[in-house]
T-cell receptor, first 111, second 113 residues
Framework: QQQVKQSPQSLIVQKGGISIINCAYE??????FPWYQQFPGKGPALLIA?????SEKKEGRFTISFNKSAKQFSLHIMDSQPGDSATYFC??????????FGKGTRLSVIA | ETGVTQSPTHLIKTRGQQVTLRCSSQ?????VSWYQQALGQGPQFIFQ???????GRGNFPPRFSGLQFPNYSSELNVNALELDDSALYLC????????????FGPGTRLTVT
């Protein structure tokens, strides 16, 4: 049973556009929601994370929006650049415990 | 760079063999978690080590085992390798009792033929 559902599977965005990736979870015990960025042949790199006590967190061009009642969270990448082309994973965990990952979104930013 | 290192980078083994993968955690961290990432999938949790003991396990058979050493580094051992064990094996370093952040190493690509 997949506990974190991620969409879309792939995304193509024009340079300068906004990339939006969505995730939905089932386990109401989840209280930590990170996003990871992974380039081919590399390990996932922690990008930004949110706890459910806030509805939005912004770090540079990256923003997480969180909707606790809908059990959904999303990653917005503003002013998308070709260097942002990578696979993005959402994840969730109930506290300081192992992460449950989504299946990933392959983002391609084209000029 | 996270400060988490893994060795070897790549490994090719034959079905039925045994393999040992190694991970050095980030300075100041006391917990290591291992994940398996199949091609085109998200990482799946194998197990976690804290204070040299297994502190949680995912849905993986007993032929997946591990160790954590006093310096918090860790090993993942897989016995009786199967073709489906071919994957990227990731270790993640964290501090249990502190923030929830987990930092991943570059991974070991295991190919079983």
């Amino acid at each position: 049973q997949q506990q974190v559902k991620q969409s879309p599977q792939s995304l193509i965005v024009q340079k300068g556009g906004i990339s939006i990736i969505n995730c939905a979870y089932e386990n109401t015990a989840f209280d930590y929601f990170p996003w990871y960025q992974q380039f081919p042949g590399k390990g996932p790199a922690l990008l930004i994370a949110i706890r459910p006590d806030v509805s939005e967190k912004k770090e540079g061009r990256f923003t997480i929006s969180f909707n606790k009642s809908a059990k959904q969270f999303s990653l917005h990448i503003m002013d998308s650049q070709p260097g942002d082309s990578a696979t993005y994973f959402c994840a969730a965990s109930p506290g300081n415990t192992p992460l449950v990952f989504g299946k990933g979104t392959r983002l391609s930013v084209i000029a | 760079e996270t400060g988490v290192t893994q060795s070897p980078t790549h490994l090719i083994k034959t079905r039925g063999q045994q393999v040992t993968l190694r991970c050095s955690s980030q300075s100041g961290h006391n917990t290591v978690s291992w994940y398996q990432q199949a091609l085109g999938q998200g990482p799946q949790f194998i197990f976690q080590y804290y204070r040299e003991e297994e502190n949680g396990r995912g849905n993986f058979p007993p032929r997946f085992s591990g160790l954590q050493f006093p310096n918090y580094s860790s090993e993942l051992n897989v016995n009786a390798l199967e073709l489906d064990d071919s994957a990227l094996y990731l270790c993640a370093s964290s501090f249990l009792g502190g923030s929830y952040e987990q930092y991943f190493g570059p991974g070991t690509r295991l190919t079983v033929t």
